[in-house]
C-alpha cells in the first residue's frame, strides 16, 4: 500500500512542481517523457520476475526509486534546474515499471495453500484502491501545510516503509527451470503482438476506444492541475484532492463492476463508462466550482472502472484465442503511451482555445467515438460467446485458476468441452501424450498408476495438469467408476491461461509439487496425470 501511495503522491508532486516552473505546457511535456520511457520497457520488465528471485526484483526496484526520488528532493529543496528534477522523475518512474509484474507474481509464494490465493488478491485489490486515493490526498495536505520538496521527501519515506517490509519477506527458493521458458516464450509474444493489432478487426475497434479513454485520462492530470490552481484557486494542495476524488469514484465503480461477472452483455456497461468519463469534461467546461469538479472527477472515476472490467472482457470475450496471448502484452504500453500524449496535448489546446473551451472540446471527444462505434461494439459482444454462471463457478473451484481475473475466466469458461463419460471408460491412459486438462463436474473416476489405484477424484477435483506443465507423458490412468461429467480444456488453452497469469502459474507449479511430493506431506489427493 505505500509503496502505491508513494507512487501516485509522486505523480501528483512531479505535476505540480512542472506547473510552477512551466505551466501547463511544462506539466503535459513531463508526463509524456515520463510514459513513454517505461510504456517501451513495460512489455519486458515483467519478465525480470521470471528470470530473478521476485523478492529480490522488488527489493532493487525500490532501493533505485528511493535514489531517484530522494535525488529529486535534494534538487527541489537545492532550487537546482528544473531539466535535472525532471530526469530525476523519468528515472524513478522507469524503475517502477518491474514492481507490480513481480509483486503480482510473489503472493501466491507467500501463501500458505493455493486456496488462499483468491482472498489475498482481493484484499491486494481492495488495498490498491485505498492507496489510490490516499496517496493523492496526502500530496494534498502537505501541499496545503508545506512545500513541494516536502511531498517530494514524503514520496521517499513510502517507499522507504515498503522497502523495510520486503527486507522482512523469507521466502524459499527453489529451481523453476519452467520460469526461463516461459520468460522467453511470454517475450515472443509480445513481439507478435505489435503486428497482431492490425489483422483483428475487433482488437482495432476496441484498441481505439481504450486506448482513447486512456489519453482522454492523461489529459485529465494537465486539466486537473490548471482547475485547481488556476481557476478554482485550490492552491497545490487541490490538485491532490482533486486526484483523490477519481480514487473515491473508481473504488465505487470497482464495487459496482463486481456485479457485470458472468454478465453475457458488457458492452452497455463498457460505452456507459466511455460516456462517463468524457461527459464530466463538458460539465466542466461549462460550470466550473469546487463541487462541480468533485463529483465531475468522481463520476469519472466510476467510468474508468466500468471501462477497465467491461472493455477488457470484451476483448478477452471477442477476440480469438490465438491473439490474446500475444496482444495483451502490448496494452499496458499502449496506455502509458497514450497518457503520455494525452497530457502532451492539452496545453496546446489549451492556449489555442482556453481552458473552458478546451474542456467542452475534449469531453466531446469520447461520446462523438461512442456514437461512431457504438454499434459495432454491440456487434462484437453480440457475437462474443458469454460463459454461463455453472462453469464460472466450476473453474472458481479450481486452484489453478482461482486467482485469474474475472475477464480472463469468463474467457477461459467459453473453452470448456464438456464430456460425458460412461462407467469404466479410460479417459486418460498412462504413458500417452497429454492433451486436456480435465474437472470432474459429477460422478467419480480412479486413478491408477501400474494397474494399481492409487486415489479416487470426485465433484470438484481435476487432473492432467503435470502432462501438460512438465510436457511429459501421462504419468497414470483415469477411468471413470460411475457415469460422469468432465469438463475438458485443451492443451493451448490451459497453458495460455496458466502461463500468461504469474499468480496462475504459482498456484499450477504448488499443487503440481503437492500432488508429486504425494499426500502425507501435503495432504492433497496425489494424481499425477
Known amino acids: 500500500m505505500s509503496s502505491v501511495m508513494g507512487q501516485f503522491a509522486f505523480l501528483i508532486a512531479v505535476s505540480v512542481y512542472a506547473y510552477n516552473v512551466g505551466g501547463e505546457r511544462a506539466v503535459g511535456l513531463i508526463f509524456l517523457a515520463r510514459l513513454v520511457p517505461a510504456a517501451l520497457v513495460a512489455p519486458f520488465a515483467g519478465m525480470l520476475g521470471d528470470r530473478y528471485p521476485r523478492e529480490r526484483v522488488l527489493l532493487y526496484t525500490n532501493l533505485v526509486r528511493i535514489v531517484f526520488v530522494s535525488a529529486a528532493a535534494v534538487g527541489v529543496f537545492l532550487d537546482v534546474g528544473a531539466w535535472l528534477v525532471y530526469a530525476l522523475s523519468i528515472g524513478a518512474t522507469i524503475a517502477n515499471t518491474p514492481f507490480r509484474s513481480s509483486q503480482a507474481a510473489l503472493t501466491p509464494t507467500l501463501a500458505r495453500a493455493p486456496d488462499e490465493l483468491t482472498a489475498a488478491n482481493a484484499v491486494a485489490s481492495g488495498i490498491e484502491s485505498i492507496a489510490i486515493f490516499a496517496g493523492p490526498a496526502l500530496a494534498g495536505l502537505l501541499f496545503a501545510v508545506a512545500s513541494t520538496g516536502l511531498v517530494f521527501t514524503a514520496t521517499a519515506v513510502l517507499v522507504i516503509v515498503s522497502t523495510f517490509f520486503l527486507v522482512l519477506l523469507n521466502v524459499e527458493q527453489s529451481e523453476k527451470p519452467r520460469r526461463e521458458l516461459q520468460a522467453s516464450t511470454i517475450a515472443a509474444e509480445r513481439l507478435a503482438g505489435f503486428t497482431t493489432l492490425a489483422r483483428e478487426p475487433s482488437l482495432r475497434v476496441m484498441m481505439v476506444l481504450l486506448t482513447a479513454q486512456t489519453a482522454i485520462f492523461g489529459a485529465v492530470q494537465v486539466f486537473i492541475v490548471v482547475i485547481a490552481i488556476q481557476q478554482l484557486d485550490l492552491g ?75 472493455g477488457l472482457t470484451l476483448v478477452q470475450r471477442a477476440v480469438p484465442d490465438e491473439v ?70 466450476i473453474l472458481t473451484s479450481v486452484p489453478i485458476f482461482a486467482p485469474l481475473p474475472g475477464g480472463s475466466l469468463e474467457h477461459l469458461a467459453t473453452r470448456l468441452v464438456p464430456l460425458r463419460v460412461d462407467a469404466g471408460t479410460v479417459i486418460v491412459r498412462e504413458g500417452d501424450a497429454g492433451d486436456r486438462f480435465y474437472i470432474v463436474a459429477e460422478g467419480t473416476v480412479d486413478v491408477s498408476q501400474y494397474d494399481r489405484t492409487i486415489s479416487e477424484l470426485s465433484a470438484g477435483d481435476h487432473f492432467g495438469e503435470i502432462a501438460l506443465l512438465r510436457d511429459s507423458p501421462r504419468t497414470a490412468t483415469v477411468t471413470a467408476r460411475t457415469d460422469a461429467v468432465l469438463y475438458a480444456l485443451d492443451r493451448e488453452d490451459f497453458l495460455a491461461a496458466v502461463t500468461g497469469h504469474p499468480q496462475s502459474a504459482e498456484a499450477a507449479e504448488t499443487v503440481m509439487s503437492a500432488r508429486l511430493a504425494g499426500p502425507a506431506a501435503t495432504g492433497y489427493r496425489s494424481t499425477a496425470t
Open 236 to 310: 497545490d494542495g487541490g490538485v491532490g484532492y482533486l486526484n483523490a476524488a477519481i480514487g473515491v469514484g473508481a473504488f465505487l465503480g470497482a464495487v459496482g463492476a463486481l456485479s457485470l461477472a458472468g454478465a453475457r452483455r458488457l458492452s452497455p456497461a463498457f460505452l456507459t463508462g466511455i460516456l462517463l468519463i468524457g461527459l464530466p469534461l463538458l460539465a466542466l467546461g461549462v460550470s466550473q466550482s469546487v463541487a462541480v469538479a468533485v463529483l465531475a472527477f468522481a463520476v469519472m472515476g466510476i467510468g474508468s472502472s466500468l471501462v477497465d472490467v467491461g
Open 324 to 393: 490474446l496471448a500475444r496482444v495483451f502484452g502490448v496494452i499496458q504500453m499502449l496506455w502509458s503511451a497514450s497518457l503520455g500524449i494525452g497530457a502532451a496535448l492539452v496545453p496546446a489546446l489549451i492556449s489555442w482555445l482556453g481552458i473552458d473551451t478546451a474542456l467542452i472540446v475534449t469531453g466531446v471527444f469520447l461520446p462523438a467515438l461512442v456514437l461512431l462505434l457504438g454499434r459495432t461494439v454491440a456487434k462484437i459482444d453480440a457475437a462474443a460467446p458469454a460463459p454461463e454462471a455453472n462453469e464460472l463457478r
